[in-house]
């Protein structure tokens, strides 16, 4: 009877734990840069806990700071070479890359690793790990079986569900962070070209194709200042100051409408 098995009931006759196991080796030597995407994620956002809650779990906090703005670079570096694979030395490629999100974050890891850590600067990062991480670590949950760590598939609804909330926080935190550049460079934690350059990064951002959230953030906090500044009930200083940020950001607004 033994050799009248087909291959067929043989494996059905294997436990789930150990056919779902097999499956998630399979998917993981199949989607090797999805995987890997996936791992320098979950680091980002472990690196940013160690530095957050001041754990010593992967060396000194402090340390874990700038892994976590590393890790968000190999993600961002892993993605661009997704995107863009074949590299050309020619303006039009230069532009080209530029409009990809992955080069804006590559490019604002690259940025705050030469400056002193800030809490808020870790918060898009942490963020963007957490949005995309959640939805690849459902494909890997699937792949152990469809009733799987039903806590985790819980928490991963939960962070889906908040998605565009998620989003425009982190579109948030990336405008809040230009005039923290500046009070940075005034108290000696960042160079002096560091608001400069994170001006760039910002444009970026407010021209990106695939991510409107920051663009809607700003012109939203743009209204807003103009209500302010129309209000007779304003105190004069305050309505000048007020227009002084408008006119510093007028040229960003126009550029990206």
Known sequence: MAENVTPTQSEHSQPQTERGWKALKEHIIENKIQVGLWTTRVFTMLFTLSYLLSLSTFGNPYNAYYKALMSNAATYALRLHQRVPRVQLSREFLALLLLEDSCHYLFYSLIFLYVAPVTLVLSPVFLFALLHSASYSLTLLDCLGQNSCWAAR????????????????????????????????LTGRAGLFTPFIYYQFLSLRLSSRRNPFTRNVFHEI???????????????????????LLMLTQRMATVNQ
């Open 154 to 185: 819980l928490l991963i609804s939960l962070v889906e569900f908040q998605s565009r909330n998620i989003l425009r926080l982190c579109g948030l935190c990336e405008i809040m962070i230009l005039p923290l550049t500046v009070f940075l460079v």
């Open 222 to 244: 743009r209204m807003a200042l103009s209500s302010v500044a129309s209000s007779p009930s304003v105190p004069y200083l305050l309505r000048r100051l007020v227009e002084g």
